[in-house]
Structures are given as C-alpha cells and as structure tokens.
C-alpha cells in the first residue's frame, strides 16, 4: 500500500536525481575565433583558478562589448556609473577615459541587452 510518506521520500530522491552530473562540462567548447582587441576577454579561460567557459561573441551586438572610451563626465577615476537607458556601465579611468561594458537592465525585459 502507497503512504504519503513513501510518496514525499520517492519525490524527494527523484529530485534529488537530477542534480547528479555525468561528468565535467567542456570549458572549451564555445571557442570562437574573432579578430577584435577584446575579443581574449570573451575567449576560454583555463589557467584561472575557476575556469571560464568562452562566449560567443558574435551573438551580441558590437557596440556592447567591453570597450576604452571618451569621458567627459566628474566622476573620479575608479567610479562606477551606470547609465541604464543606454545601457551601458562605465569603470573611469583617469585622463578622461573610461571602459565601458554593455548591460542588461530592467526586470520587464528579462535583463536584455
């Protein structure tokens, strides 16, 4: 006879199955060659102490990645601004620079860029 409790323990060890792993993920596999200055930052990264898995560069728009800019604004070198309606991050620089990263913002639109 089928109890709650056999039930609640057969659900729970079902669960429990499915975060078992079959071995570890090749880091590697989303090589992809891109002739651009930034592109080693997108690129696979095995000699970290936490290994990166390498992006796919080519599916997001240009004018997001990482990237040495013009900026005129006050803020000190070391200064973190966000501009959500571009959405854009900027990490200042001194001499008037800053780099600048796309990001995704909004709750609404599922953190899209």
Do not use: H
Request: aromatic fraction near 12%; hydrophobic fraction near 40%.
């Amino acid at each position: 006879m089928t109890t709650r409790r056999m039930f609640v323990i057969g659900s729970a060890a079902l669960a429990l199955s499915a975060c078992s792993s079959t071995g570890k993920p090749s880091l590697n596999a989303n090589v992809i060659q891109v002739d651009e200055p930034w592109a080693s930052y997108y690129s696979y990264k095995a000699d970290e102490p936490f290994p990166v898995a390498g992006i796919d560069i080519r599916k997001i728009p240009q004018q997001f990645w990482r990237q040495e800019v013009a900026y005129s604004g006050a803020d000190a070198p070391g200064t973190i601004v966000v501009n959500t309606t571009d959405r854009f991050l900027y990490l200042v620089q001194p001499n008037g620079r800053a780099i600048r990263y796309g990001v995704g913002v909004g709750r609404e639109e599922g953190l899209n860029f």
